[in-house]
Structures are given as C-alpha cells and as structure tokens.
C-alpha cells in the first residue's frame, strides 16, 4: 500500500465499491458508517433508523435485471432470478464484501459530523460515535458515499396540518398491514408511487387513489419472450431514449386509455411496474390529478373534485440531496447544481483531485455498475494515474453539459457508464476485440452492455470477465426454467 489514507464516508454500496476500489490501487480505505451494517438503504429495519433518509419497503425487488445490475467482477448467484427481492440484494452486499475482505475496514455507528480542509493538505473528519464521544482523523482524500436520497421531499399543501389520518413519507411505509380498510391517496408518479399503490390496492385498502401532476411512462420488467427489459440495450444501439419508449408499450399500448397519461411525455416521471394496469381495470386503483388541499379527513384534488373518506395519504415523493457534514467546506448552489465534474469531483474545492462524491445522481439503469466505475475513476485520480482538466475546464463542461439526462443528475446509465470507462481506460475496443475474440467482441457490442464488459482491458482486469459476458443469457434465463430437460 502507499500509505496514502482515504476516508470513506458511508458503507452502502458506493461505500463498499470505493473500499474495494481503494485496495486495488494500493491506498488505505478508513469507512465511517452511522448504522451498525452495510448496504446502506438496503439495510432494511422495521422502523427507520436515526438520520435515516432512503428506505426499502418489504416487498420491493429490483427494478433492473441481475446481470445489468451487479459488480463487474461479482456476479449474482446463478440460481438467482433475473429480478431480485430486498433480501437477495442484501445478501449479495455481504457476500461481496466478505470475498473481498472488506469489512475490517469499516467502523460501525461512527456518524461523520464535519469535514474540513486540513492545515497541511487533505482533510480533517470529525466522527461522533452518538454516545457523546468526538474523535478526529487526518486524510489524504475523501471519498463521499452517503446516498443520493438523504433527506425526504415532503410538499406541503393548504390544511396539510389538520389532515386527521396517517400521512406518512414512503421512507416509512413498510408494508400495507396499516392501510387495510381504509381509502388511501398516493401521491407521486415514479417508481414508489407505483408499486406503493399497487400494493394497497391488493391487499384489502378499500379503494386506492394514485395522485400525479403529470402523469407517468410505465415500463414492464420483462416483455417481449419474457426478456428483462434492460438486457436489449446494446453498444450498437443508437437511440436509447426510443427503446424506453417502446418498452413502455409492451403492457400498455395506451396510458391515456388508463389514466396515466403524461401531458409533457419528455418531462413525465418513469415507473417499472407490471401491475398497474390491472389494478386499474380492475377498479380498486385510480389515476387522479394532483393535489389543491387537504381536509379533515378529505382530499380536494386541483380539478375540484373532492375524495371522501380517506383515512390516509403516503406521500412517494422522492428525496433531496444533503452534506450537513461538508457546510463549511464546499458550498453549492441550493437549486440543487452540485458542480460536480462528470458528477463526482466538486470544483468548488480547493483541491478537486482530493474528493470525490459516489453515487449522486439518479438514473432509470442499474445504479451498481455506475457507483462502480465511479469509484474506480476516483482512485485513480488520487494515484495520479488519470488526472483531472484544470478548474476552469472543468466549469466550462459543466457548464456545456449541465444536464445529463432529463433532471440535473439524473443519468443515461449506459451512456455515462462508457464515458467514465473512457476515463480509466477499461471501455472495450471493438475493432482489436474483433480480431482477437470475434465471439466476444460480437457478445461485448451487440449483447447487452453488461458491467463485465469493463474488466476486459486496461488497469485492473477479471479472468472471469469473458466467461460471465457469454454466460448472460444462460444465467438469466436458466433459474426461471427448472423444469426444462
Ligand atoms: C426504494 C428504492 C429502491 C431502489 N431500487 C433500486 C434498484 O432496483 N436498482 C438499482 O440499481 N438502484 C435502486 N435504487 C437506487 C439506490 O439508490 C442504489 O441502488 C444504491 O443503493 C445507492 O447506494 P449508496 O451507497 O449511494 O447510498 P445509500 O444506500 O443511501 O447508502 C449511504 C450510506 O451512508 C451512510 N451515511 C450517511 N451519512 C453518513 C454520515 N454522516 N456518517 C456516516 N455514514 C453516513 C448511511 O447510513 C448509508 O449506509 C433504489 C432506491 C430506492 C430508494
Ligand atoms: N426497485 C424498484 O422497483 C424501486 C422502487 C421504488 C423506488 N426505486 C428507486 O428509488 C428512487 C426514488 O424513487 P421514488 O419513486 O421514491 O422517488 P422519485 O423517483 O424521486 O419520484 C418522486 C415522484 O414524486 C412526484 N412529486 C414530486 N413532488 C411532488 C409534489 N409536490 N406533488 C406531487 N408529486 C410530486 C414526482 O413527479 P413529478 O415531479 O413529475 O410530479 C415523481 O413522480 C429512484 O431511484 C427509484 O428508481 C426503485
């Protein structure tokens, strides 16, 4: 090792990625975590814990495909479904960093309180161990990993504060138990809103109203020949954005014809889901417009019309981003511009190269492989062996491309995932592959762009990488046909 000692603050996945990314370039990964486990929000707890921003609810399973979805040299279990419950994606975080050794770097319920630029370069962290004890330790960098959704978005409407019933942020809703009997509104129009209202609609809530300012693009988890909808993107693939689109017609033709229309498809939120159809039709689920006020025990919807009756409403709107532990240190503009280069170096500090935020940005692809590669890139910075544009040019891209995708930080996954590869030199080269290994090169720009792909070439590769890529639609396929001769 160089010695060279990195504070990893946070060890939910992008924790765990840049500890293991740490150790691969020779430096000295020291992990802070709040809570007594990793896997960050898919540490699932009853009740939230303490500082708590994002959480799972029981039921929820991954809405991207396991191939697309897991470490470029780690992949999931065979045995395992395209699609993975809470638990599943749990216990691959531990078994990743039991193979990989990573937990005796991570010291457990150590909140990191404040970050300050040291005297003599790099930083000084401040950790509390929340029964009143302080410690401070010096670091060469810094390595932010506490999670994109770290505070809720709660909106606040007119008679919000009479409301009588249970209104609660989706963070705290764990299953339907509660909501049984009842009339309920959900409101938001993205992945929770769904599955949230599908859920209750289900389970006994006597009716379920699903409250959108602008309607939403559902896209099923598997269409046509049963293929996980992620796994038909390729590097060949020109227009990604259309993919989306015709994917969202696989189930449903028509969102108008159901009630969820958008009135701006290109601004709409997305949801995965594979039941809201049927809920709908069925008459236990309905589309409404947004919210104007809240009574008693009423909600006025801004068209007029009044719901009776409701007994509660479960607000799945989204999260904010937050660094109290970083005030004095690095200030951004509150409309919520980070000025990150590529999304992870902060320019407004005085030493960019020193600091590097993972995983701040929200994305319709599997977020994994991109916390991956940017760990990867990031370590890479602090040893020198790629080095970052000077502070002007950094602006000046941020400037130009301020947006990547339809929300500031929010990602074309595939796309930024290339340009980070690019970076550290791991994206595969077609043509040389082409030569080399016809079948590969074929597997690596027609097949699905899967995070094996950036163990192929450059610095850190996997002898394991070819054979994973050719084994993606066996493994994908295979645990869901057992029965097959
Ligand atoms: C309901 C839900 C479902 C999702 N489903 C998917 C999915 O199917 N596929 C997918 O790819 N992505 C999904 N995501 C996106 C998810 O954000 C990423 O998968 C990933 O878990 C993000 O990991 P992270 O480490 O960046 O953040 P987190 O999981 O939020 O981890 C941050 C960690 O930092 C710790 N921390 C925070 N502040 C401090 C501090 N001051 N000091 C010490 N420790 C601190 C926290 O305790 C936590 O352990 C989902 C998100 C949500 C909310
Ligand atoms: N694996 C899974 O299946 C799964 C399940 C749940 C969540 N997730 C992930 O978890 C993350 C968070 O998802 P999320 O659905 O909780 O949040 P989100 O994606 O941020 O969506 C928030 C929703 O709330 C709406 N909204 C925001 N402010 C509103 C307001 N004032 N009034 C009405 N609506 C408002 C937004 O729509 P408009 O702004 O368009 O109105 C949007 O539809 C995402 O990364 C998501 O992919 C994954």
Request: proline content about 5%.
């Amino acid at each position: 090792m160089s010695g060279k000692r990195v504070a990893i603050i946070g060890a939910g996945v992008a924790g765990l990625v840049s500890i293991k990314s740490c150790l691969e370039e020779g430096l000295q990964p020291v992990c802070f975590e709040r809570h007594d486990d990793i896997g960050g929000l898919w540490y699932y707890t009853e009740q939230l814990r303490k500082g708590q921003g994002a959480a799972t609810y029981d039921s929820v399973v991954t809405n991207h495909s396991k191939e697309m979805s897991c470490f470029s040299d780690f992949p999931f279990p065979k045995a395992w479904p395209p699609f993975l419950s809470r638990l599943r994606v749990h216990e691959y975080l531990h078994s990743y960093a039991d193979h990989f050794a990573l937990k005796k770097y991570i010291t457990f319920n150590a909140n990191v309180i404040r970050i300050e630029t040291a005297i003599d370069g790099g930083w000084t962290v401040i950790i509390s161990n929340g029964i009143g004890g302080k410690t401070e330790e010096i670091f060469d960098y810094v390595m932010v990993c506490t999670g994109v959704f770290s505070e809720t978005h709660f909106p606040s409407y007119p008679g919000f504060e009479n409301f009588d019933g249970i209104k609660i942020h989706s963070n705290e809703y764990r299953d339907s138990g509660k909501f049984k009997d009842k009339r309920v509104v959900v409101v938001g129009a993205a992945n929770t809103a769904g599955e949230v209202a599908c859920e209750l609609a289900r389970n006994g809530s006597i009716q379920v109203f699903l409250s959108m300012r602008n309607g939403t693009l559902v896209f099923p988890r598997i269409g046509v020949q049963c293929i996980p909808w992620d796994l038909l993107s390729s590097r060949s693939v020109v227009d990604r954005g259309r993919i989306l689109d015709k994917i969202s017609k696989w189930r449903i033709q028509d969102h108008t014809k159901i009630g969820l229309q958008c009135s701006e498809p290109a601004t709409a939120s997305i949801m995965a889901n594979d039941d809201i159809q049927d809920r709908i039709v069925q008459g236990k689920l309905e589309p409404v417009v947004g919210i104007e006020k809240l009574g008693k025990n009423s909600v006025t919807l801004v068209d007029g019309r009044i719901l009776d009756d409701i007994g509660a409403v479960v607000f799945a709107t989204g999260y904010k981003i937050a660094f109290p532990f970083l005030k004095d240190t690095w200030v951004f503009d509150e409309s919520d511009n980070l000025q990150l280069y590529k999304l992870v170096f902060p320019v407004g500090v005085d030493e960019p190269d020193r600091m590097a935020l993972i995983g701040m940005f929200a994305s319709a692809g599997a977020a994994f492989p991109a916390l991956e590669l940017q760990a990867r890139w990031a370590v890479n910075v602090f040893v020198k062996r790629v080095k970052l544009p000077s502070k002007e040019q950094m602006r000046a891209y941020i400037e130009k491309k301020p947006k990547y995708g339809r929300f500031y930080r929010s990602i074309s996954t595939l796309p930024y995932q290339e340009e980070l590869a690019e970076e550290i030199g791991v994206n595969p080269s077609f043509w040389k592959m082409l030569i080399s290994d016809p079948r590969l090169a074929m597997a690596c720009w027609y097949g699905p762009q899967v995070p094996y792909t950036y163990r192929l070439q450059g610095p850190r590769t996997w002898d394991g990488a070819r054979e994973a890529i050719l084994s993606v639609w066996e493994n994908t396929t295979s645990p869901t046909n057992s029965y097959r001769s």
